[in-house]
């Protein structure tokens, strides 16, 4: 891209001579931020198929699904729930210490969101464990001696937390990414976009497990 | 900036470096004109390779028994040309390659709002055409499942169903990302004074298909990642002896599949509309009616999906609702051709080959629109389902419709892409060649269909061989018919005439620009407060001449 980009804004006049800014495709906020919700638009499709999904298996096979909701551990499931609001808590904290030009603070708070986000991934582990040492996971003979509803609780639970927590690890990623632009002054108090649409992200990685959560772990 | 005009063929920005190699030039290149043409080049590719296909499978279909090839490779070749021409040619079709082109260049713009996003989605859509042709060399080949990919059979076959989903998956997320690349260009960087109603036609369509590309592609991605998940683990979702339901997985393909078609279709709308005041000289009729009709029709296309399930179980009164959305399609359709009848009437209609596709599209795609209402219709499509019937339905709307208006914006735009002028006189031919071609291939396939003859079968009965014979003689002039217009859009890209920055007279901004376009397109932005389309007297209204002056370059 051309680093020569002019800083005067490009000025063109109507024909009663008022003048109009064009916007510069290079640097556009708005534009950035728009596409950026265009994109949550379809992560909210994706998800929103899958609960689609989970619903109307929910209606034919109600029983079942209680029954096994009652196997997954709540205690674990919420402390997840409060992790990962607090997660989202520091993100934006990070945001608004970078706008504050508190670079270092803004990191630090980066920091802590990855830590927390990790250990939401390790807890996470350890439930999928221990369902897959009881010899529950798709496609497994335990599992498929069960009662359909069962086998469809489980199949939906491992690819819908797998789906999420695939989001978790795309998300830390994207974090480390952000802390190098900010490390390397890419991302300042000025232009701070994309730990905007970071933060946007995070949000809605949070938000989609305050509705796994319930349906999931709650719905005995 | 010397005085010599240089082209976006000549100089472009990469996405990083600076390229000596000219392929690297080209494969790194984030100015939308040179992505629009690697798209161009990819996909039509591919296209001849879908053609070759189905010309294998009409010859096989010549006469009854079997002649060239057997059952099963029948089955992957009717699949494999599914799934090539619509996830790898007609869905990134118009919106990847005349859209890229174009919209900057109508909205006023230097380029799209995410020149780097737009690379990206070439090169996902080249890993996902890879992904697809090595499913073909190795294990049991090619899936065999039909694009539909269906389940029970889909999880059951041994071929290679996880590579083309995963291929389908990945084009799905390079279109999504050219959608969501489009509506923030069209909202963002319109040039001053041009409101949403001073638009162009084109770009109504391509933002009503970016809306269709972001909202439901996703739906069809998770879908078919299930259906992946279902081959690898057993997930159980769409299996029925573990109490999945694979009707829901018809249900979840056909809530994006359905809307893909409009996605198709709309912006080969919006180049009629391009054409049609152009070379009738006159404003458009009813600009704001296509303008909404084109949004409607995106809004109403979401809710009809349950057309393609009849069959399949669902109830009466879910059918009967389903049955009336999709004939409410075809009110702002119907707008639409009202609209472009009513430009033509009483103009003086200048044939050029552009205006020549695009009237013999109104003609193919009327039949290729009402008989999809006769197919709409729940009781007369329990006995048309899966008929000859309907492939020659969708390939008089698919065919006959969007590609031949896609012919036409190519033929139309030629000249500003090449900056040269192909042979009118062998262009129009080539167009009779083809529409004759067209009409006796799939027209056969109504009556056969009507009579009974179900599609995607390898073998039929002999009371169907005439129309069998008709249709396999009419895909060879079809073929030939293709060769003639490549050849000569080949011919003059290398040997045509140069043409000038605006050789139709035509009024949008792109034909104010030199041909080919300069990097950044634009000198000077203009301030547009006029509407498109306005001619008086035959002649365009506004004449501006935008393209660099001194001291003005933005490099």
Partial sequence: MSNAISNEPEIVYDKQGNPHEVVDFNNDYEGAKLGFWLFIFTEIMIFGAMFLVFGFYLFQFSQDFMDASNELNRLLGGINTFILLISALTMGLSLVKLRNNQVNESKKYIWITIILATIFLTIKYFEWSHEIHLGIYPGSPTLNAMEHGTKLFFGLYFTMTGLHGLHIIIGIGVMFWVLALIHSGKVNSTDFVVLENTALYWDLVHLVWVFVFPIFYLIY | ?555
């Fill in chain 2, 1 to 555: 900036m010397s005085n010599v005009h240089k082209s976006f063929y000549d100089q472009t920005h990469t996405v990083f470096g600076h390229h000596k190699n000219k392929i690297l030039q080209w494969i790194f290149s984030i100015d939308h004109k040179r992505i629009a043409l690697l798209y161009l080049f990819v996909m039509f590719s591919f296209f001849a390779v879908a053609v070759m296909v189905a010309l294998v499978m009409r010859l096989e279909l010549f006469s009854p028994g079997q002649d060239f090839i057997d059952p099963n490779t029948y089955n992957q070749a009717f699949t494999l040309h599914g799934v090539i021409m619509i996830f790898l040619f007609i869905v990134p079709g118009i919106p990847a390659v005349l859209g890229n082109f174009l919209l900057p260049l109508q909205l006023g713009a230097r380029d799209v709002s995410f020149p780097k996003l737009n690379l990206l989605s070439w090169w996902l859509y080249m890993i996902g055409a890879v992904l697809a042709v090595t499913s073909l060399f190795i294990g049991d080949g090619f899936a065999d499942t039909g694009w539909t990919f269906y389940a029970p059979y889909s999880i059951k076959t041994g071929t290679n169903v996880i590579w083309a989903l995963s291929a389908a998956f990945i084009l799905g997320f390079a279109s999504i990302l050219t959608g969501i690349n489009f509506v923030a260009t069209i909202h963002r960087l319109r040039a001053p004074g041009m409101t949403f109603f001073k638009m162009p036609l084109f770009v109504w369509g391509l933002y009503s298909t970016s809306w269709i590309q972001i909202l439901a592609t996703p739906v069809v991605g998770i879908s078919l990642i299930m259906v992946v998940l279902e081959r690898t683990f057993g997930i159980g979702i769409f299996d029925p002896t573990k109490g999945g339901d694979p009707v829901l997985l018809e249900h979840m393909f056909w809530i994006y599949s359905h809307p893909a078609v409009y996605l198709m279709i709309l912006p080969a709308f919006g180049i009629a509309s391009e054409i049609v005041p152009t070379f009738c000289r006159k404003p458009i009729f009813g600009y704001h009616a296509i303008a909404i009709s084109s949004a409607m029709i995106a809004g109403v296309g979401y809710l009809v999906w349950g057309h393609h399930m009849y069959t399949s179980g669902e109830s009466e009164m879910i059918k009967l609702i389903f049955s009336a959305l999709t004939f409410f399609v075809a009110v702002p359709t119907g707008v639409k051709f009202f609209d472009w009848i009513a430009t033509m009437y009483k103009a003086s209609i200048d044939f050029k080959t552009p205006m020549l596709w695009t009237i013999g599209t109104f003609v193919t795609f009327i039949i290729g629109g009402l008989t999809g209402l006769i197919v709409a219709s729940v009781g007369v499509d329990v006995y048309l389902h899966d008929t000859y019937f309907v492939v020659a339905h969708f390939h008089y709307a698919i065919l006959g419709g969007v590609v031949f208006l896609m012919f036409a914006g190519m033929h139309y735009w030629f000249p500003k892409i090449t900056g040269k002028m192909y042979n009118e006189k062998h262009a129009s031919r080539a167009f009779y060649v083809i529409f004759v071609g067209f009409n006796l291939l799939w027209f056969p396939m109504f009556i056969a269909g009507m009579l009974g003859m179900p599609r995607r079968y390898f073998d039929y009965l002999p009371e169907f061989e005439i129309w069998h014979k008709i249709a396999t003689f009419g895909s060879w002039v079809f073929a030939l018919g293709l060769i003639y217009m490549f050849t000569t859009l080949y011919r003059g890209w290398k040997y045509g005439e140069k043409a000038g920055p605006n050789p139709w007279n035509a009024t949008t901004l792109e034909w104010q620009i030199p041909s080919p376009p300069q990097l950044e397109n634009f000198g000077e932005i203009p301030y547009v407060d006029y509407m498109p389309y306005e001619y008086e007297k035959g002649e365009p209204v506004h004449r501006l001449d935008l393209s660099v002056k001194e001291k003005k370059t933005h490099e």
